[in-house]
Each structure stands twice: as structure tokens, then as C-alpha cells.
């Protein structure tokens, strides 16, 4: 009998520990430095959406937030106060801002200053690449001082600053990820910059391309830098590279150029760049098509300015598409 009282008051012990620990918490917050009511909302929301605590309570005249939740969450929530309720100075800006929370999963908070980007349009673009590249959920933007506020696990969040930096100093790059980290293997990041992209549409012609052809599903583009950054497989790497070496030319090229991909059980394993000389936009792109349609080629890919069409196919495929050029060009 001793033994079972013994064991009931351990539960009700233990019971009473756990609903101590879970009885939410308060916390009441004061901004100082926001000097206008758009700052003070993009701060609250970035708190709410990071820690999502679900009590909230605002007030824009006195400028105070009031949360109610779990105090693992709210202290997420007090680290981000103290964090952006301060002037932003060029030592803060490059300074890590990083926390850490309990447990695994989305359990790194990082605060990044994005400086080099004098309109709100290329701040944007910038956090919606590196959030996209690194499949974080969880991002929120503070457009005045260019910060935003990214949650992830520690993989996320290391190739998050990996790009942000990258970006910044405009040092091109690789980045691979953990073996572990992406059920398709894409582990390995690659940013690329185009020179000789005069126009954006140019640009995102060349990505387009190389993101088809090369098979890579996440390609993303900054057009102002002309920066786009590529995340796939150790295999796909290469063909991408080789794609960039090709189609960011200043000019017109000559010939054509092809590369034989080497991949297990992959049919369509040549690829192959040509480079017309079509007086007008509307012979070229009638060129392409006649290709794609008389070849079966699946792939055909073209860029304007460079009047470069580039195709994946079959050995005979490739082998019907250069008869076709070869005619084609013999006619101008």
C-alpha cells in the first residue's frame, strides 16, 4: 500500500511539474527606436511570425507589444526585441546575430543585415532567393534597416548566411550541404554570375536554359547583379558550369559547341549549344522550332541577343539537328 501512495504522489508530483512548465507567460515589450508606425508594425509582425505565439496585443500609440505564450517562444521573442529596438550601425550590420533554442528542427534564429541594396524591390529579391535556396519556411522582412529574420535548422540557416555574404562581397562560389539534408540528393549550391547579360530578359533566358537543361530544379535569379544560384546534385554541377561558360558570351558565337553527359540511365545524354547567325529574332526562333518539331527533341532552348539555341537529346537526335543547322545557315 505504501508503495502505490508512493507512486501516486511521484505522478501528481510530476503532473504539477509539467503544467507548472506549461502555464504560459507574459511579457510585455516598449519600442524605443521605431520612428515610424510602418517600422513598429514590420517589427511586431516579424516577432509574431518567427515565434508564432498566438496571443498578442498591440498598441501603436504607446508603441508596446504584448505576448502570452510559451516561455521558450517568448524568449525567442525578447532576444528579437532587444535585437531590432536599436539604431543600426555599420558594426551592427556585419556583427552575427544568432539564437538558439531547445530541441532539434527549426531551432536557429538568425537576424541578417542585407546593406548593398539601396531599393526595397532588391532587398526583397535578395531574402526570397536565399529563402527559396535554403527551403526555409519561416522568414519575415524589416524593410527600413534592409533586415530580415530567418528560422531554420542549423544546415538552413548556415547556407542562408552562406548566401547572404556570397551576395553581398560578390564572391561566386560553392556550397555543400549535409549528405542527410535533401531526400533527392540536392546538396550541392552553386552561384553563378552572367556578364554579358545586357538586359534582364537576357538573363533570365540563360537561367531558364541552364535550369532545363542541366535537369536542376531550384535555380533562382537576382537580376540586378545578374546573379542566379543553382541547388542540385554533385552530378548536375558540371553541365551547369559548362552551360554558363557557353551561353554567357559578349557576342555572337561561332559554330557550336557540345558536351556529352554522363549519367547513369540517361537516354538524352548530349547537349549541344549552336550559334546562329539569323539576321532577325523571328528567323531564329523559326529555326528553333523547326528543330524541336522535325528532331523531337523535348529540350530546345534559345537566347535572343546571342541568337544561341541549345538542345538535349538522343545521339540521333543531335546527329538530325545538326543537319538541319548546317542548312539552315547554308541558306543566309
Known amino acids: 500500500m505504501r508503495t502505490v501512495l508512493l507512486l501516486i504522489l511521484a505522478a501528481a508530483a510530476a503532473a504539477a511539474q509539467t503544467s507548472s512548465e506549461a502555464k ?21 509582425l516579424m ?70 541594396t539601396p531599393e526595397v524591390r532588391m532587398f526583397q529579391e535578395i531574402v526570397t532567393l536565399v529563402r527559396t535556396t535554403a527551403d526555409i519556411r519561416r522568414v519575415y522582412t524589416y524593410n527600413a534597416p534592409r533586415a530580415t529574420v530567418m528560422r531554420g535548422n542549423a544546415d538552413q540557416i548556415a547556407l542562408a548566411a552562406w548566401l547572404v555574404e556570397s551576395i553581398e562581397t560578390g564572391k561566386m562560389g560553392e556550397y555543400h550541404m549535409a549528405a ?84 547513369p540511365n540517361v537516354s538524352e545524354n548530349i547537349v549541344k549549344v549552336f550559334y546562329l547567325h539569323s539576321p532577325t529574332v523571328e528567323q531564329f526562333q523559326h529555326t528553333a522550332v523547326d528543330v524541336r518539331t522535325r528532331t523531337g527533341i523535348r529540350r530546345v532552348f534559345t537566347c535572343n541577343a546571342s541568337r544561341t539555341m541549345t538542345v538535349r537529346g538522343t545521339v540521333d537526335q543531335i546527329e538530325a539537328a545538326n543537319r538541319m543547322v548546317a542548312e539552315a545557315e547554308s541558306e543566309k
Open 180 to 263: 542527410n539534408s535533401d531526400p533527392r540528393g540536392d546538396t550541392v549550391v552553386r552561384m553563378f554570375h552572367i556578364a554579358h547579360a545586357e538586359s534582364i530578359q537576357n538573363f533570365q533566358e540563360i537561367a531558364t536554359a541552364i535550369r532545363t537543361i542541366a535537369d536542376i530544379r531550384r535555380v533562382f535569379t537576382y537580376n540586378e547583379p545578374r546573379i542566379f544560384v543553382t541547388r542540385g546534385t554533385a552530378e548536375q554541377k558540371p553541365l551547369a558550369e559548362w552551360l554558363v561558360q557557353h551561353l554567357d558570351q559578349p557576342g555572337p558565337g561561332q559554330g557550336s559547341a557540345m558536351y556529352e553527359y554522363q549519367g
Open 47 to 116: 516577432i509574431r511570425t518567427i515565434t508564432a505565439i498566438p496571443r498578442v496585443t498591440i498598441d501603436e500609440t504607446e508603441k508596446t507589444l504584448e505576448m502570452r505564450g510559451d516561455a521558450e517562444e517568448l524568449g525567442v521573442a525578447e532576444w528579437l526585441f532587444h535585437e531590432l529596438d536599436q539604431p543600426v550601425t555599420a558594426e551592427r550590420s556585419k556583427a552575427v546575430h544568432e539564437y538558439e533554442t531547445g530541441g532539434n528542427g527549426e531551432n536557429v534564429v538568425r537576424l541578417f543585415y542585407v546593406q548593398n
Open 24 to 44: 504560459p507567460v507574459d511579457r510585455t515589450f516598449r519600442f524605443q527606436h521605431t520612428d515610424t508606425a510602418q517600422n513598429f508594425n514590420e517589427a511586431v
